[in-house]
């Protein structure tokens, strides 16, 4: 089973939600993970301290040219819809960092000129916090293409049992790369203008890629009509709430789990372990 | 002319609500919102949308099936799985690539422009903005990104305005690369939480890789002022500048209810600190265009 934490605006809490949750579930099933997708900012370790046991780098194929052979004919120059490759006086000239990895060029060149080279995206870290197994992927900086490596931790976690996604924000490439196969998804959002605009945005996604999916208030309080309203009216469940508690943010500060600090929000995160629950029938 | 980009790495750092206040200070500006896939800025500037554009990110492909043979051709070569079983093209997966297209034994496949977003060239009470709205589970933000700032230059221009603010997106990807090739400074917002500070350290890095200079305000500076001096530490020791610490502040919710900049909000604390960091912006800005 698959559960991805998502938002459309950042900084709503996805990554509290989805320790906290993951480490309750750890609690209480066997092999959960928790793989951070959040890979251009991965910060799940931050709370979950894990021992890392193996250390994978990423690579992305990407074409290199064999100059005795390529006839500077253009047919790969062509077919590239990424300008990673550009015909000069006859002569095939790589921009790397451009390629998408389709294998066009290779598939293409008429004389077998082209092989595959590599570029490093990133790095995939496996380990274990406590009970709870722990995947991350974390982008190289300069590199501007997250979905494959993303796709690579996903890959990882597949094995395990239950498995909880910590999502990118946005409504992009690397949101839906995360979320397109997960089972549920959890929409972690917070009472104020922009995170009732960016849920709205992040909840049309859900609907096109025809998703089931909730709503967590974090930073519950006062305001929360914005989010219930909009709820209601799109009769989306609203799942739980977590409280806007100094504590939380003190928590969150330091790198520390919520729950363990104050285990009276294991609460709030019972709703959460019953989609699980509910999911698992 | 000057750029000046606003990012943080990490999401709800208070970016925009900075950004927003920062052009509320400047003169004779243009705004642009990079954050193309969840772009939140039009909330509190109310923009009237003076021209709309479609923006066709790249293509995509299609199968007609009627023709297709099922030989399974395209299936084998998608690097994207984005062939189905039945032979049909999940759109969502679809890179844009055309591989499919190029080999299909048949011609069996489409391969055309597809519309995936909008933007715009708007006016607000603070001057210019121009702005974007990405289709529903859409790619190619970058491409996006780049298009908005290219054209925010020609609006500078064509109103002989000489700086051009810019609202980033979280992260270092796509976007992000996109939002601050070429700028004239880059400010990161970051706050003094450990997630806050790996961010924000991510974030300088990839100011370093494509060698822009950046200098850093924490917001909620005093959430945890432990976590904050480790940051003037970092600011030292990297000789990044810091450029202000802005107050832990229920202004920053309450101002977005009321469609407001902090600064038209109130006057307060906040509003006074972000006063400083502009003045001592303006000034690394004309520093940064004498030495050019």
């Known amino acids: ?281 | 002319m000057k750029e000046l980009v606003i990012i943080s790495g990490k999401g709800g750092t208070g970016k925009t609500s900075i950004t927003a206040s920062l052009a509320a200070l400047a003169q004779n500006m243009v705004m642009v919102d990079c954050d193309v896939d969840a772009a939140d800025m039009h909330l509190i500037l109310k923009p009237e949308i003076e021209i709309k554009n479609d923006f066709y990110g790249g293509k995509s492909a299609a199968i007609n099936q009627e023709s297709c043979i099922k030989c399974g051709k395209c299936k084998d070569i998608c690097k994207f799985d984005a062939v189905t079983n039945d032979f049909i093209i999940d759109g969502v997966k679809c890179e844009g690539c055309g591989v499919c297209y190029h080999f299909c034994p048949v011609n069996a496949i489409k391969f055309e422009e597809k519309l995936s977003g909008e933007w715009y060239e708007s006016n607000t009470r603070f001057g210019k903005l121009v702005h974007a709205k990405l289709g529903v589970a859409e790619e190619n933000s970058g491409k996006l990104v780049t298009k908005i700032r290219n054209h925010a230059r020609l609006v500078a221009h064509k109103n002989n305005c000489n700086l051009i603010i810019v609202d980033g997106s979280p992260g270092i990807g796509c976007p992000v690369i996109a939002s601050i090739s070429g700028a004239s400074l880059v400010l990161i917002v970051t706050e003094p939480t450990l997630s806050g500070i790996h961010d924000a350290e991510r974030v300088f890095e990839l100011t370093k890789h494509f060698k822009i200079q950046a200098c850093i305000c924490i917001n909620k500076y005093d959430i945890n002022l432990e976590l904050t001096k480790k940051i003037e530490i970092f600011c030292t020791e990297n000789k990044i500048e810091l450029i202000g610490k802005i107050p832990y502040s229920k202004d920053f919710t309450n101002a977005q209810i009321k469609e407001l900049t902090l600064i038209e909000y109130s006057d307060g604390e906040v509003s006074k600190e972000i006063k400083n960091i502009w003045n001592k912006l303006e000034n690394k800005l004309k520093e940064r265009e004498n030495a050019l």
């Open chain 1, 1 to 281: 089973m698959r559960i991805a934490i998502a938002s459309g605006k950042g900084g709503t809490g996805k990554s509290t939600v989805s320790t906290n949750f993951a480490y309750l579930l750890s609690e209480i099933y066997d092999d959960v993970a928790i793989i951070d997708c959040d890979v251009e900012e991965p910060n799940c370790h931050i709370f979950l301290k894990p021992v890392v046991e193996k250390t994978e780098t990423s690579y992305l194929s990407v074409p290199e040219i064999n100059r005795g052979l390529c006839n500077g004919c253009g047919k790969c120059t062509d077919i590239c819809q990424f300008n990673s490759l550009a015909l000069v006086k006859n002569k095939v000239i790589v921009f790397p960092e451009l390629c998408h990895s389709c294998g066009g060029c290779w598939l293409i060149c008429p004389v077998n000129a082209i092989f595959q080279g590599k570029r490093e995206i990133g790095i995939i870290e496996k380990g274990i916090s406590e009970k709870l197994h722990f995947i991350q992927g974390k982008l190289r900086i300069g590199e501007a293409m997250s979905p494959p490596l993303i796709k690579a931790a996903k890959k990882e976690g597949l094995q395990h049992n239950i498995q909880i996604l910590d999502c990118p924000p946005g409504t992009s490439c690397p949101v839906i790369m995360a979320v397109n196969d997960a089972d549920y998804i959890v929409m972690v959002t917070e009472p104020t203008p922009f995170g009732l605009y960016d849920l709205k945005l992040a909840v049309d996604v859900m609907k096109e890629l025809n998703k089931d999916f909730g709503i967590v208030i974090n930073r519950s309080g006062e305001n929360d009509f914005l989010i219930e309203d909009y709820a209601k009216t799109e009769n989306i469940p609203v799942l739980t709430r977590i409280n806007d508690d100094r504590r939380i943010a003190e928590c969150y500060s330091k790198g520390e789990l919520a729950v363990k600090e104050l285990p009276e929000y294991k609460e709030a995160f019972k709703p959460l372990i019953d989609v699980v629950r509910r999911l698992n029938k």
